[in-house]
Structures are given as structure tokens and as C-alpha cells.
T-cell receptor, first 111, second 112 residues
Framework: DAKTTQPPSMDCAEGRAANLPCNHSTISGNEYVYWYRQIHSQGPQYIIHGLKNNETNEMASLIITEDRKSSTLILPHATLRDTAVYYCIVRVEGGSEKLVFGKGTKLTVNP | NAGVTQTPKFQVLKTGQSMTLQCAQDMNHEYMSWYRQDPGMGLRLIHYSVGAGITDQGEVPNGYNVSRSTTEDFPLRLLSAAPSQTSVYFC???????????FGSGTRLTVV
């Protein structure tokens, strides 16, 4: 599986958009980009995933560059409850079903 | 829907003891996995399964055993507990295909 690179930490003001970057320069054509988050010591929570097109759901938006070498997770109006570690993962559909977690980005939303 | 249920939530073991961490899901998911998370670190895959009767090793399988006799259950066995296995253990499940995993709330294990 391709590896991802994320900044170790980021800060965001409450109510502002949080933009979390992820580099996956060796991603293959059949690999999806997934985002999860882990709040404090809870189990990780699935947020969103995409292949080529931008995706949006009730939690976030995912912007994938045209060359697919990087992506950005956008939390449009961050709240204090969004403080968490965010993980960007690439995963092959229908192939090995191993999710490989990196160290993620610790997002701190400040009042 | 209970989702992914892990038991127990907390456990203290003595070195050399064995135990089984239970994981059950009621979503009819084909895929199930076990992860461990040490303080300040990301999750590391121990074992995973793509269906009943099929299991495979992850990054850190030594000292752990799994089996998958039903779709719903995926127990993780510690054969002879060691202090290095002190960790938080998460079980997760997913439908086959490009779907997100659902994680349990974790089992916090201390080996003394």
C-alpha cells in the first residue's frame, strides 16, 4: 500500500474551516484515499473517502488533486469537538483489506 | 444496531496468563480486524479476516492468535501475556468493497 505524509499537528479557530493536507505521491490508480479521526482515546471514526472526484458528506469535504498525489480534508466550520487526530490512509478496493495507519495530524480547535 | 462490541473494556493480566478479547459485530460485515495502539502512537494491525474461516497476519501478529468461525465474531487470543502487550486493542469491521471501517470502543489491557 502507498504511504501517506501528514503534518504532525495543526491549529484552527472555532468556527473557521480546518484544512488538513495529506501527501500520497506513490498512490496507485486503484487506491482510494480514506480519512478517519480519533477523538481522545476512543476508537477511530470513519469520515470520508474518494478515488478521483471530490467528495462531500455531512461531516466533511475531500478534495483530491488531479494527479491524485495529494488531498485535503476540509471541516467547513470546526468546533471544539473536532479536536482529534486525523488519519489519511490509502487502501486498495478488493485487494488486501489491511488498513495501515500512520501517525496522523493532531488537530486542535481553539475557542 | 449495536455496531462493533468489544469485551471486556478493561483487563489486568499477570505475565504468562492467557485470555481472549471478544469482538462481535451485528452488521453482517465480511471484513474484521484487530489493532493495538500504544501510547502516543498510531494503530498497528495485528490480524485481519476477509470472511468466516479466513484470517491473515498483520504488522504485529506475534503472541496473538485469531479464528473466525462465524461472520459475527472475531476473538483475539493472547497465548502467554507479556508486559509488552500492555496496550489498547481495537476491533473493526467493514463491508466488502470501498467502505469505511467501524471501530469498537476498545479494550484497555495491562500486563503486570
Amino acid at each position: 500500500d502507498a504511504k501517506t505524509t501528514q503534518p504532525p499537528s495543526m491549529d484552527c479557530a472555532e468556527g473557521r474551516a480546518a484544512n488538513l493536507p495529506c501527501n500520497h505521491s506513490t498512490i496507485s490508480g486503484n487506491e482510494y484515499v480514506y480519512w478517519y479521526r480519533q477523538i481522545h482515546s476512543q476508537g477511530p471514526q470513519y469520515i470520508i473517502h474518494g478515488l478521483k472526484n471530490n467528495e462531500t458528506n455531512e461531516m466533511a469535504s475531500l478534495i483530491i488533486t488531479e494527479d491524485r498525489k495529494s488531498s485535503t480534508l476540509i471541516l467547513p466550520h470546526a468546533t471544539l469537538r473536532d479536536t482529534a487526530v486525523y488519519y489519511c490512509i490509502v487502501r486498495v478496493e478488493g485487494g488486501s483489506e489491511k488498513l495501515v495507519f500512520g501517525k496522523g495530524t493532531k488537530l486542535t480547535v481553539n475557542p | 444496531n449495536a455496531g462493533v462490541t468489544q469485551t471486556p473494556k478493561f483487563q489486568v493480566l499477570k505475565t504468562g496468563q492467557s485470555m481472549t478479547l471478544q469482538c462481535a459485530q451485528d452488521m453482517n460485515h465480511e471484513y474484521m480486524s484487530w489493532y493495538r495502539q500504544d501510547p502516543g502512537m498510531g494503530l498497528r494491525l495485528i490480524h485481519y479476516s476477509v470472511g468466516a474461516g479466513i484470517t491473515d497476519q498483520g504488522e504485529v501478529p506475534n503472541g496473538y492468535n485469531v479464528s473466525r468461525s462465524t461472520t459475527e465474531d472475531f476473538p483475539l487470543r493472547l497465548l502467554s501475556a507479556a508486559p509488552s502487550q500492555t496496550s489498547v486493542y481495537f476491533c473493526a469491521s467493514s463491508r466488502q468493497g470501498s467502505y469505511g471501517y467501524t471501530f469498537g470502543s476498545g479494550t484497555r489491557l495491562t500486563v503486570v
